[in-house]
């Protein structure tokens, strides 16, 4: 490489950017990029994959065609590449049929450096003939291990990327991901047919997350997550729960708590589903509850943890999932918080799989998750081995099994009043940790320099109105890390504020004058808590109050779960909850008698401590709705006996 073409890499670096070096490996991918080379990428989620192929595209004269499928991530890529000034598109579903054509007409222009396709769209015979007249530079395939059969989140469509190097033998291919074992990277670069490709694989070690793994019950499971976002208010969190009746009954448990959360999963209405996760990205909402479909493509570098309330199906998937945590590189916890029942869950799932190769995988990942959670060896050990690196440290001072801790764990934690500042989170209690956990900072004199958290506060106020302003995720108009280091610097001028990390020179252009306005308005006075503190707690009535007014109005179940967003069988569970807390008197018409008469027999045999016991006693077509609603009644009916 030329010394001018490195100077154009650095240089491109800090203007587009607005960095002064690179992470671990970033410089060292981007040379193969631009040399042409294929290369495979394993790089941990929050390692800055997107800026070794994005980088590359800037300094070029060709288009870099982006394979991913994911159209979240596609669009807020889109936007913040356009905010740095690097011409940019996607060609997707999403977009009118008129925009797709000018899109395609502007690409065969050359315009774009890159262009964003999914794998679906890229397969079409008619999208290969017409990037046949595209200027080509790079193909760069994102999320590469959906190509593998032996990956977690394998992907038919994906298997026909290998039509690339026959169709376009002579373009480069660069294949990235963030969880691979060592199996599914020689899949991935066999499915590609990557010719002697440079391999990158970053550690797998991620020394700022803190993996705490607790066995539980229900009872136990619901106590300990309210302690953990009290603990965490004011801090991004996400807590991944396995089903969608469970997701939506632990959204409204916290309402009702008055720590306002979201729910987020697949089979919610599209329009709601989007608002509830631009709530949680922008920051108006600090607590999103979703199922495993969250959080694919979702760049939010500033998670302060990650709970799972279940067992994942395998240990790719927990990597993955608790990865969104500390994207920024600051302290973050991974807790998960599993019952016996969950392995039991796994089991059942893959008892049902009909394809013997993809059972016998199955069977494999599930023997690999459930020697995890029980395991007593180090936790960031383990990870790092199950994808093939060697850790020799015998304590890694952030996991249970090396005597890490979390406080609310073991002691309950204040309900915060309005207005109370956010905890500030640090390291793992009574431990020192080996390696530096912060990001690296421009310089370390800056870093030295005290942090005004009003200032701080303020600033986070500002980003997610400015956020919202703009119809972007809080991220795309400030990372975390940038945001600390603006208030460390309090630039008086743009020059200043182009100091600061991830300002590039169109950035600093686009933001700085509204920046250098907010801070002046600091001066004089203005404060976030005055803006604040009437947005830290749920407005409007509780899920519980809401459901018992429809309930009096006359409303059924069904009118209910459709004019709340949710699904016939949560609102089930809300009543039943509400008529074992007697807020509420069961009403014969709710369920047929025939079917309350068996139910209340199966009680008599098996008891109402639980739930599935009672229903493998009745017929079939008699729900667990109904059966809840029913023990419900014999629960409060017990409690007002032995209070006689």
């Known amino acids: 490489m030329t010394d001018s073409l490195s100077a154009d890499i650095n240089s491109a670096l800090k203007h587009y950017f607005g960095y002064d070096r690179f992470r671990p490996l970033q410089e060292r991918i981007i040379r193969s990029i631009v040399a042409n080379k294929d290369v495979c990428v394993i790089m941990p989620t929050g390692g800055g994959k997107s800026l070794c192929y994005q980088l590359p595209a800037a300094i070029s004269q060709k288009t870099t065609v982006v394979i991913s499928p994911l159209i979240a991530l596609m669009n807020d890529q889109v936007v913040q590449l356009t905010q740095m000034g690097i011409p940019a598109a996607l060609l997707n579903s999403s977009l009118p049929y008129d925009e797709q054509k000018k899109v395609m007409r502007a690409a065969r222009e050359g315009k774009y450096r890159l262009l964003y396709l999914s794998p679906e769209r890229l397969v079409r015979e008619d999208t290969v003939g017409w990037l046949r007249t595209v200027p080509l530079g790079v193909f760069a395939i994102d999320e590469a291990h959906c190509i593998s059969e032996w990956g977690h989140e394998f992907r038919p469509e994906y298997r026909q990327l290998k039509l690339l190097r026959n169709s376009f033998p002579d373009v480069p291919i660069a294949a990235f991901t963030a969880s691979a074992t060592q199996r599914v990277r020689h899949d991935i670069v066999h499915q590609l047919a990557l010719r002697e490709p440079d391999k990158y694989i970053a550690s797998f070690h991620r020394p700022n997350l803190r993996y705490i793994i607790r066995q539980t019950d229900p009872y136990g499971q619901r106590d300990m997550l309210l302690r953990a976002l009290r603990s965490y208010a004011g801090h991004n969190v996400i807590v991944y729960a396995p089903t969608i009746k469970m997701v939506e009954e632990v959204a409204d448990f916290l309402i009702d708590k008055k720590i306002p959360a979201v729910p987020y999963h697949g089979q919610m209405d599209s329009a709601l589903r989007t608002r509830n996760q631009e709530k949680w990205m922008t920051d108006e909402v600090r607590v999103l509850v979703g199922t495993i479909a969250f959080g694919l493509g979702i760049n939010k570098p500033a998670v302060r943890a990650v709970i799972h309330l279940a067992v994942p199906k395998s240990l790719e998937n927990y990597y993955q999932e608790a990865g969104r945590a500390g994207r920024d590189g600051l302290p973050a916890d991974c807790v998960m918080l599993w019952q ?27 023997q690999v998750i459930s020697e995890f959670v029980k395991s007593d ?5 383990q990870i790092c081995e199950h994808f093939g690196e060697k850790k020799s440290f015998d304590d890694c001072v952030a996991c249970d099994i090396c005597g890490a801790t979390v406080g609310w764990m073991t002691a309950p934690v204040p309900e915060p009043m309005p ?4 905890i500030k989170l640090g390291l793992p209690e009574g431990k020192k940790p080996k390696k530096k956990l912060r990001a690296p900072q421009p310089s370390e004199i800056e870093h030295a320099m005290p942090l005004d958290d009003a200032l701080l506060d303020f600033f986070r106020l500002w980003r997610r109105d400015e956020a919202k302003r703009r119809g972007v995720p809080a991220y795309v108009v400030m990372h975390d890390t940038s945001l600390e280091h603006l208030c460390r610097v309090k630039p008086k001028t743009l020059e200043q504020v182009r100091s600061i990390s991830g300002f590039g020179d169109l950035k600093t252009a686009d933001y700085g004058p509204g920046i250098l306005k907010a801070l002046a308005e600091f001066d004089a006075g203005k404060r976030a808590l005055q803006d ?16 018992l007014d429809l309930l009096r109005k006359g409303h059924s179940f069904a009118e209910i779960a459709n004019i709340r967003g949710r699904q016939l ?12 807390t007697g807020d509420i008197e069961f009403d014969p018409k709710w369920v047929k008698e025939d079917r309350r008469l068996a139910i209340e027999n199966a009680c008599e045999k098996v008891g109402t401590a639980r739930l599935k016991p009672v229903k493998d006693l009745v017929a079939a077509e008699v729900t667990l709705g109904e059966v809840h609603l029913v023990v419900a009644k014999k629960r409060w009916e017990e409690k007002r006996r032995d209070k006689e």
Request: glycine letters at 4%; hydrophobic letters at 30%; a negative charge.
């Open 340 to 366: 016996p029942k969950d392995l039991g869950l796994l089991v059942y799932f893959i008892q049902q799989m009909q394809d013997t190769s993809e059972k016998k995988r199955a069977w494999e990942r599930y």
């Open 377 to 381: 060896e180090c936790r960031h050990k």
């Open 419 to 422: 207005g109370d500042p956010p």
């Open 532 to 547: 604040l503190a009437p947005r830290l707690e749920p407005t409007g009535p509780s899920p519980s109050h809401e459901t």
């Open 569 to 580: 069988q949560t609102v089930m569970a809300a009543v039943a909850n509400l008529v074992e």
